[in-house]
């Protein structure tokens, strides 16, 4: 019993340690968003919880929201990196990303619920999304999570081309995406705990 607890401990470990190393790659690539993936995960690990996620989903999606920018590594260096606003066809490049995370991470067996949540992280609750436009509950639980953190920290962090917004702000962008870009439900659970969401995003 003591030899398989040390075994999983190591293996949880070796994980722990590809993902910090995945991770890690790509933002010697992308130097606009350094240590966005960990506020991600942060967000949606703490989300998780006040939704009632059992602890073994909480921390898969923590992983996945860890994850969910890696097919960034794919995309072209001049147009990750671009100052100004995309061009049609430079866009069409970033929108190859969760994409090309699927295939990195869907390699692993252990890994294939993740690189699904990392597939569809920019689905809309409209439909309006991509890659595959899935809507509402056909998007998986874990990528809806991630897609409303991940937006969170988009527009609370300070980029090339404008300032972050504050608090208040965010959340009333949030409030107006509500059953267009994400799940009601979750926006919800987000408008009936502010307070925790600005402890939390203060943290991250």
Same mark, same amino acid.
């Given at each position: 019993?003591?030899?398989?607890?040390?075994?999983?401990?190591?293996?949880?470990?070796?994980?722990?340690?590809?993902? #910090?190393?995945?991770?890690? &790659?790509?933002?010697?690539? /992308? !130097?606009?968003?350094? @240590?966005?993936?960990?506020? +991600?995960?942060?967000?949606?690990?703490?989300?998780?919880?006040?939704?009632?996620?059992?602890?073994?989903?909480? #921390?898969?999606?923590?992983? &996945?929201?860890?994850?969910? /920018? !890696?097919?960034?590594? @794919?995309?072209?260096?001049? +147009?990750?990196?671009?100052?100004?606003?995309?061009?049609?066809?430079?866009?069409?490049?970033?929108?190859?990303?969760?994409?090309?995370?699927?295939?990195?991470?869907?390699?692993?067996?252990?890994?294939?619920?993740?690189?699904?949540? +990392?597939?569809?992280?920019?689905?809309?609750?409209?439909?309006?999304?991509?890659?595959?436009?899935?809507?509402?509950?056909?998007?998986?639980?874990?990528?809806?999570?991630?897609?409303?953190?991940?937006?969170?920290?988009?527009?609370?962090?300070?980029?090339?081309?404008?300032?972050?917004?504050?608090?208040?702000?965010?959340?009333?962008?949030?409030?107006?995406?509500?059953?267009?870009?994400?799940?009601?439900?979750?926006?919800?659970?987000?408008?009936?705990?502010?307070?925790?969401?600005?402890?939390?995003?203060?943290?991250?």
């Amino acid at each position: 019993m003591i030899s398989e607890v040390l075994f999983r401990t190591r293996e949880k470990s070796i994980y722990h340690d590809i993902i #910090e190393s995945l991770v890690t &790659a790509l933002e010697a690539k /992308d !130097i606009y968003t350094s @240590g966005h993936s960990k506020r +991600v995960a942060f967000l949606t690990y703490e989300l998780s919880k006040k939704l009632g996620l059992s602890r073994v989903d909480c #921390e898969n999606m923590h992983i &996945a929201a860890h994850l969910h /920018d !890696i097919g960034k590594i @794919g995309v072209p260096d001049k +147009v990750l990196n671009k100052h100004g606003k995309l061009l049609p066809h430079e866009w069409e490049y970033m929108k190859m990303h969760p994409q090309i995370g699927y295939d990195i991470l869907s390699k692993s067996k252990k890994l294939k619920p993740i690189a699904k949540m +990392v597939l569809y992280h920019h689905e809309r609750w409209d439909g309006r999304g991509y890659p595959s436009k899935l809507t509402q509950m056909d998007i998986p639980l874990g990528a809806r999570i991630i897609a409303i953190c991940d937006s969170i920290d988009a527009m609370t962090s300070n980029r090339p081309y404008r300032k972050e917004m504050d608090f208040e702000t965010c959340m009333r962008e949030i409030s107006i995406n509500k059953a267009i870009m994400f799940d009601p439900y979750i926006v919800e659970c987000i408008e009936d705990n502010l307070n925790f969401m600005r402890r939390i995003i203060s943290l991250k």
